[in-house]
C-alpha cells in the first residue's frame, strides 16, 4: 500500500473488493528463470489501517513509504537443478510457493492536526471553508457532510490540517446516525474544534455541548482529554 494525498475515503474498495497480484511466469529451455510477478501497489489515504486477525499488518502514516501487506509467492526449482551424471535430462521440477491471501480489514483513520465536532447543521462546514482549502457542501438541512472533508489551512509559512467530520448525535458512540464509523478519525488528531450553535432558538446550547461529550467519552475516554476549543457559532443570530 502507498499514501495517495488525493483520496480520503476507502469507496474504491467497495468496488473492488479483491486484490489479487500478477502471477509469476514459468521457466523456460536453456535454463531462462521464470520472470517475476510486478508488485501490485494500492493507493489508499493517509491513515489507512490493515488488520489481520485483529492485529495491524500496516498503518499508512508516511507519505513515499511503500507498505507491504501481503507477500507473494517464490519460486523453485527447476529441472536442470536436479540433473545428474546418470540423468542428464530429469523430468521433475518443483512447484513455487504460493503468495500470501487472507481477508484484510480495511479501517480509515483520518491523520489531520485539527477535528471538527458538533451537532448536525451546528456550522461545521461554513467553519471549514472559510478557514482552509475545503469545499466542503454547505445546506440548510441536517447530515450535509456524509464523509470526512479535509482542507488545508495556511496562515503565512505556517499550515495545518484540518478535517470535517460529519455531525454526530445523541447515541453515536453506538452507532446512530453516522455514527461510530466517523468517531474514529478523531483519535488521531491533536486539537479538537467543538462547534456549538448558540444562535437557534429551538436548540439548548449548553445540552447540545453536553451531548457530543458524552459520545466523545463513550466512544473512548481520551477524546475528551485533547485540547479542545469550543466555538459559540451562529451567537450573532441570538
Same mark, same amino acid.
Given at each position: 500500500f502507498v499514501a495517495d494525498l488525493g483520496k480520503n475515503t476507502l469507496l474504491s474498495f467497495y468496488k473492488n473488493k479483491f486484490i489479487?497480484?500478477?502471477?509469476?511466469?514459468?521457466?523456460?529451455?536453456?535454463?531462462?528463470?521464470?520472470? @517475476?510477478?510486478?508488485?501490485?501497489?494500492? %493507493?489508499?489515504?493517509?491513515?489507512? $489501517? !490493515?488488520? =489481520?486477525?485483529? @492485529?495491524?499488518?500496516?498503518?499508512?502514516? %508516511?507519505?513515499?513509504?511503500?507498505? $507491504? !501487506?501481503? =507477500?507473494?509467492?517464490k519460486g523453485r526449482r527447476g529441472n536442470n537443478k536436479f540433473k545428474t551424471s546418470k540423468n542428464t535430462a530429469p523430468r521433475i521440477a518443483e512447484n513455487g510457493m504460493p503468495g500470501e491471501k487472507y481477508e484484510a480489514n480495511i479501517v480509515l483513520k483520518i491523520l489531520s492536526d485539527v477535528g471538527l465536532v458538533g451537532l448536525p447543521s451546528c456550522g461545521k462546514s461554513t467553519l471549514i471553508n472559510a478557514l482552509s482549502n475545503a469545499k466542503a457542501k454547505v445546506a440548510e438541512y441536517e447530515f450535509t457532510t456524509l464523509v470526512p472533508q479535509l482542507g488545508l489551512v495556511k496562515y503565512y509559512d505556517y499550515s495545518y490540517t484540518i478535517v470535517d467530520l460529519p455531525g454526530l448525535i445523541k447515541g453515536a458512540s453506538l452507532g446512530k446516525g453516522l455514527g461510530i464509523q466517523f468517531l474514529r478519525h478523531i483519535e488521531r488528531c491533536k486539537v479538537?474544534?467543538?462547534?456549538?450553535?448558540?444562535?437557534?432558538?429551538?436548540?439548548?446550547?449548553?445540552?447540545?455541548?453536553?451531548?457530543?461529550?458524552?459520545?466523545?467519552?463513550?466512544?473512548?475516554?481520551?477524546?475528551?482529554?485533547?485540547?479542545?476549543?469550543?466555538?459559540?457559532?451562529?451567537?450573532?443570530?441570538?
Amino acid at each position: 500500500f502507498v499514501a495517495d494525498l488525493g483520496k480520503n475515503t476507502l469507496l474504491s474498495f467497495y468496488k473492488n473488493k479483491f486484490i489479487i497480484a500478477e502471477d509469476g511466469v514459468k521457466g523456460g529451455p536453456k535454463n531462462l528463470y521464470g520472470a @517475476k510477478g510486478k508488485d501490485t501497489i494500492v %493507493k489508499v489515504p493517509l491513515g489507512t $489501517l !490493515v488488520y =489481520k486477525n485483529k @492485529k495491524i499488518v500496516a498503518d499508512v502514516i %508516511k507519505e513515499n513509504h511503500l507498505y $507491504l !501487506v501481503a =507477500k507473494g509467492g517464490k519460486g523453485r526449482r527447476g529441472n536442470n537443478k536436479f540433473k545428474t551424471s546418470k540423468n542428464t535430462a530429469p523430468r521433475i521440477a518443483e512447484n513455487g510457493m504460493p503468495g500470501e491471501k487472507y481477508e484484510a480489514n480495511i479501517v480509515l483513520k483520518i491523520l489531520s492536526d485539527v477535528g471538527l465536532v458538533g451537532l448536525p447543521s451546528c456550522g461545521k462546514s461554513t467553519l471549514i471553508n472559510a478557514l482552509s482549502n475545503a469545499k466542503a457542501k454547505v445546506a440548510e438541512y441536517e447530515f450535509t457532510t456524509l464523509v470526512p472533508q479535509l482542507g488545508l489551512v495556511k496562515y503565512y509559512d505556517y499550515s495545518y490540517t484540518i478535517v470535517d467530520l460529519p455531525g454526530l448525535i445523541k447515541g453515536a458512540s453506538l452507532g446512530k446516525g453516522l455514527g461510530i464509523q466517523f468517531l474514529r478519525h478523531i483519535e488521531r488528531c491533536k486539537v479538537v474544534i467543538h462547534i456549538v450553535d448558540f444562535g437557534s432558538p429551538d436548540k439548548d446550547s449548553i445540552q447540545s455541548y453536553e451531548t457530543i461529550q458524552k459520545e466523545l467519552e463513550s466512544y473512548k475516554l481520551n477524546l475528551t482529554q485533547k485540547p479542545q476549543l469550543v466555538v459559540a457559532n451562529k451567537s450573532d443570530l441570538a
